[in-house]
């Protein structure tokens, strides 16, 4: 059973930084591609960036510029980097392994547990 273990969140003032971690169960090379998501109460969970085993990328449109995403093969990790954070990025935040580049779910899909991101005002 493929694990994925996110860490890194917490509680950021507007304009700060954060940086996300998933470190997987298995060699991060297996998966296609991986991804960032995240929910907030009552709304469907959102692709907020994705990177393919090759490195291609995707952004969410409100992230793109201040989000960067990135994978080390070598470590098992994925990462996020969150700069300019702003409060309507308050969310949990969910590491997957499995879905495309653009968020469709093409075979298996493994997530996290998710962590949560708080940017006060």
């Known amino acids: 059973q493929v694990q994925l273990v996110e860490s890194g969140g917490g509680l950021v003032q507007a304009g700060g930084s954060l940086r996300l971690s998933c470190a997987a169960s298995?060699?991060?090379?297996?998966?296609?591609?991986m991804g960032w998501y995240r929910q907030t109460p009552g709304k469907q969970r959102e692709l907020v960036a994705a990177?393919?085993?090759?490195?291609?990328?995707n952004y969410a449109d409100s992230v793109k510029g201040r989000f960067t995403i990135s994978r080390d093969n070598a470590k098992s990790t994925m990462y996020l980097q969150m700069n300019s954070l702003k409060p309507e990025d308050t969310a949990v935040y969910y590491c997957?392994?499995?879905?495309?580049?653009?968020?469709?779910?093409?075979?298996?899909?493994?997530w996290g547990q998710g962590t949560q991101v708080t940017v006060s005002s």
């Open positions: 997957n392994a499995g879905r495309s580049l653009l968020g469709l779910q093409i075979g298996y899909d493994y």
């Open positions: 298995i060699s991060i090379f297996s998966f296609n591609a």
């Open positions: 990177i393919t085993r090759g490195g291609s990328t």
